[in-house]
């Protein structure tokens, strides 16, 4: 079946700081993959994606590439901020006749100034 | 402007009743999804839907029931079947269609049980 497993949290980083959120994926097919950003009390927000091997996706200073060889797609940005203070959720979706979108647990990042 | 729109935010129940948390998208989706969201935890999927009048259980249906009447809409009944229904509950929508399909939220429904 299909699965994500992402780093476990929470993950306490100072400002400037280089982050990695890893994510790991088990699939049937060729899985689109995202990385979703929730801010405390909201509903979950796309922060970037891919949809086939070797794509980078990026947005707001964030980026993740597609690795098929390591089935893969982990988080990086360069320097954080307190803004960046969230739980991050790592998905794919896979085109078939029960197509669903499929979550990982999530990791809560802290930001300290 | 298009979205998703939950109503309400806030939700309270007493025990034994049913309560309907809605769920409108005017994003032309074909595919919408009720997931649960626990203090500290991911997303459970209770019930997804591809199509109007058809609609699938995911992992945690029991304790809950949905309707798809309308393309636009994919309201959530939580049932007195429920035993722990207190929970921050997400809509979504997609496409459904080929590689390309993200989910689009709605803000969430906070539901306590008193």
């Known amino acids: 079946g299909n699965s994500v497993t992402q780093m476990e949290g929470p993950v306490t980083l100072s400002e400037e700081a280089f982050l990695t959120i890893n994510c790991t994926y088990t699939a049937t097919g060729y899985p689109s993959l995202f990385w979703y950003v929730q801010y405390p009390g909201e509903g979950l927000q796309l922060l970037l994606k891919a949809t086939k091997a070797d794509d980078k996706g990026s947005n707001k200073g964030f980026e993740a590439t597609y690795r098929k060889e390591t089935t893969s797609f982990h988080l990086e940005k360069g320097s954080v901020q307190v803004s960046d203070s969230a739980v991050y959720f790592c998905a794919l979706s896979v085109y078939s006749s029960a197509s669903k979108i499929i979550f990982g647990s999530g990791t809560r990042l802290s930001i300290r100034p | 402007d298009g979205g998703i729109t939950q109503s309400p935010k806030y939700l309270f129940r007493k025990e034994g009743q049913n309560v309907t948390l809605s769920c409108e998208q005017n994003l032309n989706h074909d595919a919408m999804y009720w997931y649960r969201q626990d203090p500290g935890q991911g997303l459970r999927l209770i019930y997804y839907s591809q199509i109007v009048n058809d609609f699938q259980k995911g992992d945690i249906a029991e304790g809950y029931s949905v309707s798809r009447e309308k393309k636009e809409s994919f309201p959530l009944t939580v049932t007195s079947a429920q035993k722990n229904p207190t929970a921050f509950y997400l809509c979504?929508?997609?496409?459904?269609?080929?590689?390309?399909?993200?989910?689009?939220f709605g803000q969430g429904t906070r539901l306590t049980v008193v």
């Open positions: 979504a929508s997609s496409t459904d269609r080929g590689m390309n399909t993200e989910a689009f």
